[in-house]
């Protein structure tokens, strides 16, 4: 390079330096602050995002657990286990990219500001995780970039699309330098706004961003029902859900928002009180927005609250759009003078017209031809003043509506346009148009609040046409008839036999049979809590997935059901009981469920993500298997957790852990699993414990040393897609491995001579030739996991593996749906297999060929898109079972 280029290159260097010092300067002060909701102008409505920002969980979506080597057998149904759930402010620490799926109002958008702060500071802040410190954040939200028909934009038209003032200072290249150098974080926000139509276009352009910047980090945001599973596994983004709002963390924000506001004495603790001793009040506080307006509503009516959802948004409407600025006298200072009524008229057409047209934003032409036509309708609000005057207004004193960039309108959040826009869709009686759009996850919440607004008749009409599409759409029943089931929290006036009719098909859905029909049952919260039955009759697949019900609902609403389960308490209904502890109070759930949990003896670990709930269990004594979820100290393990007695410990989340010299005191300790404990890579000192098996689903990538001196470990398990180790140093004496992504030197996996069971489905890439022919070694092994794409790579090899006996199937992506397991590839390899589990095997499934097995007895399903008889399972013959999870529903 010549010294005319050094210095050319020194000169964009320190133009690129200089513009980033600004920039970060922009990105701390712009997303540095919150809205506070409902607080009089008088007191700030903003609060530092450093004092208001809650760290939320997440919970890897879809997570399930399949029966391993180590299960009871193939007649206990798939066995769900908790995932550990992971801080969202650790999430780039974990995976490079994420798509996190949320509910409205439940911190997405919050978690993007902080990160995007987290990112503009040249070093991490005490106690926080090193990613994204230093890196560049480019804040991208969908609803201002897919407003117009332009293609979204490319990298050096990030600034002026999101509106950032020092677009035109950015110097030439820039943006691409920096990603090219892997040094950007893209937080691209609301794939839910963007019209369903522009979904792939905009998925398309995200692909085209990886592809050509591969080593930034992405983290996009969505509703939960916006995209389906998988959408961007093809891209390596791993898939999250945002947590409800534990009962703790409640507490928490309750006492920052009084901090925050500068509350009166008093207020704080009688919120604390209530909250939990409402079932309507703790229903509601589930997520960050609802309870800013709790919280905003205890404080402005003196400590008294509305009930239910719909009272509680008409209370913070009133707040919002009459009463503080007619206490503050803000009206009076200007010639624009409108009631509530008239306000919320206007504000109900801009709304609907938003939900009609499946946009977010709207430009000012359209604003203003919305409110023109309007204003025909209203001629004493027109004569106030002209629709640019009157928008200004809207914009400036309704505290609901917003300006995001010059020449735009949109609503402070989703939540109210949704709420005004649904109002606006009952008085135009638009029931069919509500109806017909029912299988869009833009107008579920819609639709809920259409059935609030709505008289009793009209209620009628809308639930009844929700019934209809339901059992007239075998495909999208259950959404119909659940969202019918929904919509009862909000219809307090109703017919009876209108009732009767959506519960009873709400009912044919109950009990639940799987983890996902749990999730989506419990999302609907206390209402379907007098539906759910047993456990009296029900079969494992169904008591479990009825006590994950009622426990991710959580609250006292659905104690006496759990405690039914209690008294007869099974292995698989007793996981769900014990990952749920911070669901509740602690002492009450402790006592009726946490004890009779312990007693049991059953082989499930309790979740401690508390100091209180470690106190309850170290005196209730009696446990040899504990999971502590958290940043709990070497000092907290060795003082609360006996000695003598402990054999199975698990630590999630834990960054205060940064060796395992402590292990060492716990004598009996047999098995160790370290999930998401970044300090932790070395396990070597680990040798000579009385460890046999270690897991590390770590969620980081990595290395994994030190495993070479753990000669008395037998079982391994590194299943995780990010990490690494090196097969030719795992210890001899292994019997059973989990192998992660990364895994190197697979062909040296021979010297395993004692290995019993091999999991590699996580691997990245499929064996190479010689690594199969190293499998295919192994004489002790019985058991194989592997995927579809690992099963098409073996059979090009024309190796065989008939000591395997036991063969566990996933589809490409590990989480995903197969394009049809390969029955005859699986025939020509393993002819003497016993037992086939294939989880989400694909429409592409015929289960003929496995006929031709002798051995076979079992086959297991989980999930299937069709059902055994669309597979051809009867060419199986009677002498083998076939088995699916969830069982087909009549």
């Known amino acids: 390079m010549t010294r005319q280029e050094l210095a050319e290159q020194d000169r964009t260097f320190e133009q690129d330096r200089k513009f980033e010092q600004r920039y970060a300067r922009y990105v701390t002060d712009r997303h540095s602050r919150l809205t506070i909701y409902g607080v009089d102008l008088g007191v700030s409505r903003e609060w530092p995002l450093r004092d208001a920002y809650l760290t939320l969980e997440a919970v890897p979506a879809g997570e399930f657990a399949p029966p391993g080597p180590s299960a009871a057998g193939p007649d206990e149904p798939a066995a769900w286990t908790p995932a550990p759930a992971r801080r969202v402010d650790t999430l780039l620490t974990a995976d490079r990219r994420v798509l996190l799926r949320g509910a409205a109002g439940s911190g997405k958008t919050t978690l993007g500001q902080w990160l995007a702060v987290s990112a503009a500071q040249p070093e991490p802040g005490e106690g926080a995780p090193a990613e994204p410190a230093g890196l560049v954040p480019f804040v991208l939200p969908l609803r201002s970039l897919t407003r117009a028909a332009a293609p979204l934009p490319l990298p050096q038209d990030f ?30 926000d609301g794939v839910d706004e963007v019209p369903e139509a522009e979904r792939d276009r905009t998925r398309q352009w995200l692909r085209d961003l990886v592809t050509a910047y591969p080593d930034n980090r992405f983290v996009v945001t969505s509703r939960p029902s916006a995209v389906g599973d998988g959408w961007l596994r093809a891209e390596g983004f791993a898939e999250l859900s945002l947590a409800p709002m534990s009962p703790r963390d409640v507490a928490r924000f309750i006492s920052r928002w009084h901090a925050a506001a500068q509350a009166e004495p008093g207020l704080e603790e009688a919120l604390l009180d209530a909250v939990p001793a409402s079932q309507d009040l703790a229903r509601l506080a589930t997520n960050p927005l609802m309870s800013g307006l709790i919280c905003a509503l205890h404080r402005e009516r003196r400590g008294h609250l509305p009930r239910g959802r719909k009272a509680l948004y008409d209370a913070a409407l009133s707040m919002l759009l009459e009463r503080r600025d007619r206490e503050r006298d803000v009206a009076a200072r200007g010639s624009i003078d409108l009631d509530e009524e008239s306000v919320r008229e206007l504000l109900q057409k801009l709304a609907y017209w938003l939900i009609r047209n499946g946009r977010a934003e709207m430009d000012h032409a359209e604003a203003h031809d919305v409110l023109g036509r309007a204003l025909k309708l209203m001629p004493r609000v027109a004569e106030q003043g002209p629709v640019e005057s009157l928008l200004r207004f809207l914009l400036e004193r309704s505290g609901l509506l917003r300006e995001p960039v010059p020449g735009t309108v949109d609503f402070l959040h989703r939540t109210f346009q949704d709420y005004l826009g649904a109002a606006e869709a009952v008085e135009e009686r638009d029931f069919d148009l509500l109806i017909d759009n029912a299988h869009l996850d833009q107008w579920e919440d819609v639709l809920r609040m259409a059935v609030a607004h709505a008289r009793a008749r009209e209620r009628a009409t809308l639930l009844r046409g929700l019934l209809a599409r339901g059992d007239a759409d075998p495909r999208r029943r259950a959404r119909f008839h659940l969202l019918a089931m929904a919509c009862l929290e909000h219809a307090t006036q109703l017919d009876p036999e209108v009732r009767t009719e959506v519960e009873q098909r709400a009912a044919s859905l109950i009990p639940p049979r799987s983890v996902d029909e749990a999730e989506v049952l419990a999302d609907l919260g206390p ?32 104690l006496p059901l759990l405690t039914r389960y209690c008294a007869e308490l099974r292995p698989v209904t007793a996981l769900p009981l014990a990952d749920s502890w911070h669901r509740f109070d602690t002492v009450t ?33 009696d446990y040899r298997s504990l999971t502590l979820d958290g940043d709990f100290s070497e000092q907290d393990l060795i003082a609360a957790l006996p000695h003598d007695k402990l054999e199975d410990l698990s630590l999630w989340n834990n960054r205060c852990i940064n060796g395992l010299g402590f292990v060492r005191r716990f004598r009996r300790l047999n098995q160790l699993q370290l999930a998401v404990c970044p300090g932790v890579r070395d396990v070597s000192p680990l040798a000579g414990t009385s460890v046999t098996r270690l897991m590390m689903p770590t969620y980081e990538s990595g290395e994994v040393t030190g495993l070479t001196a753990l000669t008395d470990l037998r079982q391994l398990s590194i299943q995780n897609e990010q990490s690494s180790c090196d097969v030719s140093a795992l210890p001899s004496g292994l019997t059973w491995v989990r192998l992660p992504g990364a895994a190197r030197r697979l062909e040296e996996i021979g010297h395993l001579t004692e290995l019993d ?22 004489d002790k092994l019985s058991y194989l996991c ?27 992506g590990v989480r995903g749906q197969g394009d049809g397991l390969p029955a005859a590839e699986v025939a020509g390899a393993f002819p003497g297999i016993e037992w086939l589990y294939a989880a989400r095997p694909g429409p592409g499934t015929d289960l003929t060929p496995l006929a031709e097995l002798p051995a076979l007895r079992r086959v297991d399903l989980y999930q299937p898109v069709q059902s055994a008889r669309d597979m051809r399972a009867d060419a199986l013959g009677p002498e083998v079972e076939v088995s699916i999870t969830p069982r087909p529903r009549e």
């Open 757 to 778: 069971s091999l999991s590699m489905h996580f691997l990245a890439e499929p064996p190479t030739p010689a690594a199969w022919q190293a499998i295919a070694s192994l």
């Open 527 to 558: 209402v379907v809590l007098p539906l759910l039955p047993g456990p009296e009759g029900l079969h494992n697949d169904e008591a479990q997935a009825v006590a994950l019900t009622a426990a991710r609902i959580g609250g006292d609403a659905a």
């Open 786 to 812: 592997v995927n579809q794409a690992q099963l098409r790579s073996l059979h090009a090899t024309g190796l065989a593996l008939p000591q395997v006996e036991r063969l566990q199937v996933f589809p490409d």
């Open 589 to 621: 759930y402790g006592e009726r469920v946490i004890r009779p949990v312990l007693r049991s003896g059953f082989d499930v670990s309790i979740i401690v993500s508390s100091r209180e709930e470690l106190d309850f269990i170290r005196q209730a004594g």
């Open 159 to 188: 600034l002026p699309a999101a509106g950032c003032p020092l677009a035109a200072g950015q110097p030439d290249g820039w943006a691409d330098r920096v990603l090219a150098a892997g040094r950007g974080l893209l937080l691209v």
